[in-house]
């Protein structure tokens, strides 16, 4: 990737997840926790397992891997993600550092797991062959990301009242932003070194009881703040209009999919 480009992207996805670092938890988290039951027994992690967290955020991912295993670490390349990892998990490591540039020996982990983070990354093929260096003969790599645009019903009805009232521009992205298909996967994870490569799709439910984690998150990512205030009512009314049709007596439910993909080292 030209470097231009690679700078572009890298900056953005740096600036948009520092931005969401403090109410991180409370919003995206509450959503993306859905797929980690599944991460967690597909790579195996038992007591006895090490696993890096890469792209740990505000270290809701690792903390439940942590149900499982004492001998975990999450890395982040936002700071502020990981002070705030820190603050709010004490007693797991974390570290700040880019996913390109993995802070760990050869062979020294069990276990990688990634959680809606490769679609973020500017140069996924670097990643993959970081992740197969870091990884013990056998080692597992699990990932999660979105499933199709259409099947993520809180974001569309977030982009369809944003869009009602200001023009949508094409944000900076990754080449994974928006990949669901087997071949793209396959090629990177065998190009790193890594087989047996599988791919499915999981469909989950964000369920919330007030609107405010789905509203919050977005206007954090979006960055929403800085629009005009009768704008931001404008976009907020027409947004939680959108979502009546999800609400299910004295809940809202909204359904999404992500696709789950699993490796391993050869
Ligand atoms: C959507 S959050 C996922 C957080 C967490 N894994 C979870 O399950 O909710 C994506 C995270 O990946 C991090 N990230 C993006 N690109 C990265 C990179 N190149 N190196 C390390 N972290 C990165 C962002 O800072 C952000 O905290």
């Known amino acids: ?14 600036e948009t997840w520092t931005r969401c670092s403090s109410s991180y938890n409370d919003t995206w988290a509450t959503l993306t926790n859905e797929t980690l039951p599944l991460l967690i027994s597909k790579a195996n992690i038992n007591s006895k397992t090490s696993v890096l967290d890469i792209g740990c955020g ?20 936002s ?10 998990y004490p007693n797991i490591t974390f570290k700040s550092s880019d996913a390109e540039d993995i802070p760990l020996e050869d062979n020294s982990v069990d276990v990688v797991i990634a959680n ?8 996924p093929n670097k990643v ?29 009805a977030f982009f369809q009242a944003f869009a009602n009232h200001h023009e949508l521009t094409e944000l900076p ?26 791919l499915e799709k999981l469909n989950t439910d964000w ?28 976009i907020k009314n027409d947004f939680i209009e959108n979502c009546e049709s999800f609400k299910k007596e004295d809940q809202y439910l909204f359904p999404h999919s992500a696709i789950i993909g699993y490796a391993e080292k050869t």
């Open 207 to 234: 369920k919330m009881n007030s609107l405010d984690p789905l509203i919050n998150g977005c206007w954090d990512w979006g960055n929403l703040h800085l629009f005009p205030k009768d704008k931001q009512d404008s």
């Open 128 to 156: 993959f062959k970081e992740i197969n260096r870091v990884l013990k003969s056998n080692g597992k790599f699990a990932f999660a990301v979105w499933g199709a645009n259409e099947e993520q019903s809180s974001l569309g």
């Open 79 to 88: 700071e502020r993600m990981i002070d705030k990892a820190r603050e709010v």
């Open 173 to 198: 992205h990754g080449p994974l932003f928006g990949v669901t298909d087997f071949e793209t996967y396959n090629t990177l994870a065998s190009n790193a070194g890594l087989k047996n490569f599988t």
């Open 1 to 14: 990737m030209e470097k231009s480009n690679y700078n572009v992207i890298r900056n953005y996805e740096l």
């Open 116 to 123: 809606f983070v490769i679609h973020h990354f500017a140069e």
């Open 58 to 77: 505000a270290g809701n991912s690792t903390n439940l891997i942590s149900q499982n295993t004492a001998d975990v670490i999450g890395i982040d390349f």
